[in-house]
């Protein structure tokens, strides 16, 4: 039973390791940025254009930001 336990105790450990892995290091896209960036890349590559996306309004600010 001790060799069972070892065994998935390692194997959690070793899952835990991979997905902690995975990912970007780079700040998060606003899907403005990201919209702007898939024209860029499909002007590029000479493919059909995206429709322009619009600039977001301004962010409002709600009472329970400065709690988060």
């Given at each position: 039973m001790t060799g069972s336990r070892i065994l998935a105790t390692l194997t959690l450990l070793a899952a835990m390791a991979a997905v902690t892995a995975c990912g970007r290091?780079?700040?998060?896209?606003?899907?403005?940025?990201?919209?702007?960036?898939?024209?860029?890349?499909?002007?590029?590559?000479?493919?059909?254009?995206?429709?322009?996306?619009?600039?977001?309004?301004?962010?409002k600010k709600f009472i329970l930001d400065p709690l988060i």
């Open positions: 290091k780079a700040g998060l896209d606003t899907p403005y940025e990201a919209a702007v960036q898939a024209r860029k890349d499909a002007e590029k590559a000479k493919q059909p254009l995206p429709p322009e996306p619009e600039k977001p309004v301004k962010d």
